[in-house]
């Protein structure tokens, strides 16, 4: 059936742009929030340190920015491409709440994103904070609308359908704040701070076993760690809670998560490995704990708990994807958890700088954060099917009426451009972090063009054009206005 | 506006004619802004040496990304208020949609890439002016393949993914690049000086010239594209009116041929902005009252009430203050720009 293909590659087009895309935002919210507390501790405390984390870091952020500029300006088009049907009947609801992301988050961080990264000079410390604030809030204001819409295609709320089968508003407090919403918000938000603290804990690790021990790879090293140790457990929670919440709502996505193809009337087990077969509709060699899956999601050993053997199989997700995505996204979260305890139990003993192990476990972590969100992302996304908007939109009546050689031209072209063109930047950002940070760090693109061409080393060409002058802008000789 | 309507989530007409005026607003803000940042990009070539590079990209640098981002809320906000225009608009410029997103892809990535590499840069300064040719040729094809007209059933579009080519597409595709071409130039003109600015007036001149060529074909072609078209434009007396539009550009394209002769630092690019406004306006009468032209108007593909007046009260509050901060933006990086750019 060429339809069926053409639906199956427009999801495979999805989830590879998306797979790419979604690192980038992680990186940008984590990173932004975390250029905000630096530089409001340098703001505060005077320590150059804080400065140059701050100049080591904001060269880094301006790379995955880009590409997570460019890489979500395909998304946003992707609903109309390959999803038209979806965006004609939930664009009166999910449109308008995309176009909010757009209006808050996306002007404010592009508005801000020149003067933070050209502009201090130019605007002074003061203003200079408040643009890194400001594309801080942006990163932050664009995660809370992007997750009310893909929570509402979870959870739908608020909404009534018309004569033309369009989903359409009836409260907007209902839509925005629907019941899945505010659990994947945090669940998300915490995720992206892990993740790079990870990032950040990883690049300092890396140097600290390279003997390249400046101050501020020390200071970064116990900055990430501190956020793994207080935020790890913290995203445990969340996550628990996010799953009772899906449990609620959406217990179908739950049955396939936990592997459970029948029905538990006595007590449900704790499927830990096993392989789903979905065709048969049964887990094969499954290792389990008995009543453990009842205690977990219902607090009871004896709770009875439905499986798909109760659902029609046509609504069934495909379990083999999201038994395992899951299961890593929970043990990776388990060994960010140790690495925590293990940093605030070396950090207590005064052993947090020179412990090998503990260095070498941060860096072996680095990206672990990064492949749980992956990870979880496919568990929810993949659990919502075979429906878009969850019980209401099915899946394979959502896509556009687009023959199968295009849609499977552009995901050729998507993914050799991706490929090239995201392998070369994740590239730069590993060649950016190869070197570690140390007083006097250069600003992004301080003489760029004098460091290229290798005549002067940028610091010391002009002492006032470093990052840290405290000179108003308006000192500077103003550049000649045009005259018609 | 009527409680009503919005209570039974059926469309309103005052809010829908409000809303096709934010959106024209978007798009034309779109065009201004990131039209001569791509115009930049495709001059790009024209300047071999690496300092004449840096100078170039860095008059675009801090821009770029805001200016793309009008094109972020134009998708975003015609699939919330128009949800039947973009869910057939954008099926049937597939091929055109997708080879704009790559072009704009590589443009954007060249603006960082290129500091981070030595043996790289040349591939990625080649990125940069093709993507940006790219994205700006197949912008214009997409505007000939609307106007061309589209083939739609129902509430789908039904035609192929090739449709969009024409001779007519293309014609809109090489004047859109011109256009932009003309913009770059003199946004250069206003941001360099000495021999650099000099040789944007000389480019500004051959753009400017294509430009108007190009401005002139596709004002030919359009009325001959649709019988509705030509009565538009032509019907007996609203021919007063429409026959300002080439009018006015016939004055506005000899101000900015005389401008360029006087070597004025500012008008070129003011002057190419107005040229815009006028193509902008004659698009419009050529087009409404259709969103997609002669299937879905501006009625028809309305959503909700609810969902337009809930952006609305957003877009009224929200892009006055855009407007500020953007604008707050541009009078930091105000001024000349050197070889070491705003740092």
Avoid at chain 1, 193 to 214: D, K, M, N, P, Q
Wanted: with cysteine; aromatic share 14%; glycine share 10%.
């Amino acid at each position: 059936m060429p339809g069926v293909d053409a639906v199956l590659l427009a999801r495979a087009q999805w989830a590879f742009t998306m797979g790419f895309h979604i690192v980038f935002p992680v990186i940008s919210i984590g990173l932004a929030s975390y250029l905000a507390v630096l530089e409001g501790l340098w703001l505060t405390t005077g320590q150059e340190v804080y400065l140059n984390l701050y100049k080591y870091w904001i060269k880094i952020f301006s790379v995955t920015f880009g590409m997570g500029v460019v890489s979500g300006l395909v998304m946003s088009y992707q609903f109309g491409s390959n999803w038209s049907v979806f965006a004609d009947k939930a664009g009166p609801i999910v449109g308008p709440l995309m176009a909010y992301e757009v209006l808050t988050a996306f002007f404010l961080e592009s508005g801000f994103l020149g003067v933070m990264l050209f502009g201090l000079k130019r605007v002074g410390p003061r203003l200079h904070f408040i643009a890194t604030l400001a594309v801080a809030l942006g990163t932050l204001l664009s995660a809370f609308w992007i997750l009310s819409a893909n929570s509402w295609m979870q959870t739908p709320a608020g909404f009534a359908i018309n004569a033309a089968g369009q989903f359409v508003p009836r409260s907007w407090l209902h839509i925005v704040f629907n019941p899945s919403f505010p659990y994947r918000l945090v669940h998300m938000v915490l995720a992206s701070y892990l993740s790079t603290a990870l990032i950040v804990g990883g690049v300092a690790a890396w140097h600290l076993l390279c003997h390249r021990e400046t101050a501020e790879v020390r200071r970064m090293f116990s900055m990430a760690l501190w956020m793994a140790t207080l935020l790890a457990p913290l995203q445990i929670i969340a996550g628990d809670q996010h799953g009772l919440n899906t449990l609620k709502y959406q217990p179908v996505k739950i049955m396939g998560v936990e592997g459970h193809y029948r029905s538990y009337p006595h007590g449900a087990p704790l499927v830990l490995v096993g392989i789903p077969e979905q065709r048969a509709g049964r887990m094969r060699d499954a290792l389990e704990i008995p009543k453990l899956g009842s205690l977990i999601l219902e607090h009871r050993l004896d709770a009875p708990l439905a499986g798909l053997d109760s659902v029609p199989r046509q609504d069934w997700p495909y379990v083999p994807v999201i038994f395992w995505t899951f299961r890593i996204m929970v043990g990776l979260a388990f060994a960010m958890l140790a690495l925590g305890l293990a940093s605030l139990a070396l950090r207590l003993r005064g052993r947090l700088y020179v412990h090998r192990g503990l260095q070498r476990a941060a860096l072996v972590m680095a990206p672990t954060g990064l492949i749980a969100v992956i990870a979880g992302w496919f568990t929810t996304e993949v659990g919502r099917q075979p429906y878009t908007v969850y019980h209401l939109l099915r899946t394979a009546q959502s896509a556009s009426p687009i023959a199968a050689p295009a849609v499977i031209s552009s995901l050729a072209t998507f993914a050799v451009v991706y490929f090239v063109v995201f392998g070369a930047g994740v590239m730069f950002v590993l060649r950016l972090m190869r070197r570690p940070p140390h007083p006097g760090e250069v600003p992004p693109f301080e003489g760029a063009p004098h460091r290229s061409a290798g005549i002067t080393p940028a610091p010391a060409v002009h002492p006032d054009r470093t990052l840290h002058t405290h000179a108003p802008a308006q000192s500077a000789p103003r550049p000649q206005e045009p005259v018609p | 506006m009527s409680a009503v309507a919005v209570a039974v989530g059926s469309p309103d007409i005052v809010l829908s004619y409000v809303w096709a005026g934010i959106i024209a607003f978007a798009v034309f803000g779109y065009i201004a802004m990131d039209g001569f940042d791509l115009g930049i990009g495709m001059l790009f070539a024209l300047f071999t040496t690496e300092q004449d590079r840096t100078h170039v990209m860095n008059s675009i640098a801090p821009m770029w990304d805001g200016n793309e981002t009008w094109l972020v809320l134009g998708g975003g906000a015609l699939m919330a208020v128009f949800p039947l225009a973009y869910a057939v608009l954008i099926p049937a410029l597939y091929t055109p949609l997708i080879a704009m997103l790559i072009g704009l892809i590589f443009r954007g990535v060249a603006f960082e890439f290129r500091w981070r590499t030595h043996r790289g840069k040349p591939y990625w300064d080649a990125g940069f002016c093709l993507g940006s040719t790219l994205a700006a040729f197949m912008q214009g094809v997409a505007l000939g393949a609307v106007l061309q007209g589209i083939h739609v059933q129902g509430r789908h579009y039904a035609g192929g993914w090739w449709d969009w080519v024409s001779p007519f597409s293309v014609l809109t595709g090489l004047s859109l690049m011109a256009g932009y071409a003309t913009l770059g130039a003199g946004w250069l003109i206003l941001k360099t000086e000495g021999e650099l600015q000099q040789r944007a007036y000389r480019i500004a001149r051959g753009c400017g010239i294509a430009l108007f060529i190009g401005m002139v074909a596709v004002s030919t072609a359009t009325p001959f594209l649709q019988n509705r078209y030509y009565q538009r434009w032509f019907a007996w007396p609203t021919v007063f009116a429409t026959a300002q539009v080439p009018l006015l550009v016939a004055i506005v394209t000899a101000l900015f041929f005389y401008g360029l002769h006087r070597r004025w630092q500012r008008a070129p690019f003011l002057l190419t902005v107005a040229l815009f406004v006028l193509a902008y306006l004659g698009l419009g009468i050529s087009i409404y009252p259709y969103l997609v032209p002669e299937s879905i108007t501006i009625r028809a593909a309305a959503a909700p009430a609810a969902s337009q007046l809930f952006l609305l009260i957003g877009t009224a509050v929200l892009v006055p203050i855009i407007l500020c901060y953007t604008g707050y933006a541009y009078w930091v990086f105000r001024g000349k720009v050197g070889a070491e750019g705003y740092h």
